[in-house]
């Protein structure tokens, strides 16, 4: 445990100063900053609300065999080692004429009681080609299948958006093989292989400038690999702040959700007919400036406000485990959710038409406030227009009575840089300087002061 987790193990909120991204693009939880797009491969997921999901999905893919000329085989958990398969039911889907595999997949296993536990996800399969047979059979499921009841992503390479001046790029595909061949396993190393990490890359150009970045999962820490797409982060290039280019790049990632992830969510939390979109491990590392209007100065934005604060993003309560484990390590409002309306096949090429009309330019600093759900950092009380400390405009509370209930804890960070709150728990004992210069808390030192 070091330096770095001053935030998730004592809940603090600190103010990070400024850097040329802001992020680590080399290492994400699950997936890789820099995905390979490999021609013909495409992922797809398919909902599975039923009693019996798997019966459902060999009911569904059964009722495609005779157009496609398939077969589904279903490894079970026990048919495989308990390692390589993580509790999941492998799935293959082969050509019945030459045996071929068109696709492979897995579908998580149902308990002894023949139901899944997991509150915070519904029913899903999982599937990936990797030949251009299998490609062309997943389209024709996807067009075929009932609008809402599949998602399909290719790993491609697509332009977004193209000014002529600005363009952005979405990269989709698996991420490279880290030391896939270093396994001696022949088994261990497929499955490791055929998890390599799913992400898509949006980049933003002026030129041949690279200006502004969001990174997206869709496999997040928990494994919960299909019940929506996760922004690991978003930011503009240090010396472009204050240009308007997030909320640029912002409109076409939900744009790019909207056309490629049409899956409705059956999280039991989401509302009928949405497409659920997730934030975790939030940060306050700032990403972009925006312009106040009333003295037309430049503040600076977290990637934390920027979601809450002008994106929509709510609070996303955990339940379960999951709830347990979340509070345990870090605040409440460090994981968010935006469900977006699943449009129809008819209102997608609508929507296209119409944002490409709408779309925001660059140039403007202006952002339009479109407040989520916050958590109170004192209650964790989950509300709308929490007040702010005028002080540092981070801590958000319920109301005065929380602010004054909390200010023995927030004193000790409030407007303080990292560096800061680091030498002040050096200074009271909490935290260690170690030989190598890196920090570490010190684990006998009463937590109960933070």
């Known amino acids: 445990m070091n330096g770095e987790n001053i935030v998730h193990d004592y809940k603090f909120h600190v103010v990070q100063e400024p850097s040329e991204w802001a992020f680590n693009w080399d290492y994400a939880e699950c997936g890789t900053s820099r995905p390979t797009p490999r021609a ?62 068109l696709m492979e997949g897995e579908m998580e296993q149902m308990s002894e ?62 991420g490279p093989d880290r030391n ?5 396993d022949e088994d261990d190393r497929e499955r490791n292989a055929f998890r390599a990490g799913l992400a898509t890359r949006f980049t933003m150009y002026d030129g041949e400038e690279e200006v502004a ?40 990632v939900q744009r790019f959700i909207e056309m490629n992830f049409t899956l409705e969510c059956l999280n039991d939390d989401a509302p009928l007919g949405t ?39 709510s609070v996303r309560e955990q339940k379960g485990a999951l709830a347990f484990m979340m509070a345990s390590r870090r605040p409440k409002d460090e994981e968010a959710v935006l469900y977006i309306p699943l449009l129809s096949k008819q209102g997608l090429a609508i929507k296209a038409a119409i944002d490409s009309q709408k779309a925001p330019k660059p140039g403007d600093p202006f952002l339009r406030n479109k407040m989520g759900l916050r958590s109170c950092m004192y209650c964790s009380q989950v509300g709308m227009n929490l007040r702010r400390c005028t002080q540092c405009e981070v801590a958000v509370y319920c109301n005065a009575n929380c602010q004054k209930s909390d200010w023995k804890r927030h004193k000790k960070w409030c407007n303080k840089s990292r560096d800061e709150v680091t030498e002040m728990m050096v200074q009271e004992g909490a935290m260690m300087k170690l030989e190598d210069g890196e920090y570490c808390l010190n684990m006998s030192y009463g937590q109960q002061m933070f």
């Open 40 to 101: 013909h491969h495409a992922s797809m997921w398919l909902t599975m609300n039923d009693d019996d999901p798997l019966l459902a999905l060999k009911n569904l893919l059964a009722s495609f065999s005779k157009s496609l000329g398939t077969k589904l085989i279903v490894k079970s958990p026990t048919e495989a080692k308990e390692d390589d398969n993580y509790g999941m039911h492998l799935l293959t889907v082969i050509e019945k004429k030459t045996k071929d595999v």
């Open 113 to 174: 009681d023949g139901s899944f536990n997991d509150p915070n996800v519904g029913h899903y399969a999982f599937l990936k080609c990797k030949t251009k047979k299998g490609f062309e059979k997943m389209e024709f499921m996807r067009d075929n299948a009932v609008h809402g009841f599949l998602a399909l992503v290719p790993h491609s390479e697509v332009e977004l958006m193209n000014d002529g001046r600005y363009r952005i790029v979405a990269a989709t595909g698996d």
């Open 180 to 184: 896939i061949a270093a396994i001696k």
């Open 213 to 252: 970045r969001c990174h997206m999962t869709y496999r997040d820490g928990s494994n919960d690999q299909s019940i929506g797409p996760t922004i690991e982060m978003l930011a503009v290039k240090q010396s472009r702040r204050g240009e308007g280019l997030a909320k640029v790049l912002w409109h076409y």
């Open 275 to 313: 497409i659920m979109v997730k934030a975790s491990e939030i940060t306050l590392a700032e990403v972009e400036m925006r312009m106040r209007k009333r003295d037309q100065s430049l503040v600076p934005l977290s990637f934390k406000h920027l979601l809450y604060d002008y994106f929509g993003f």
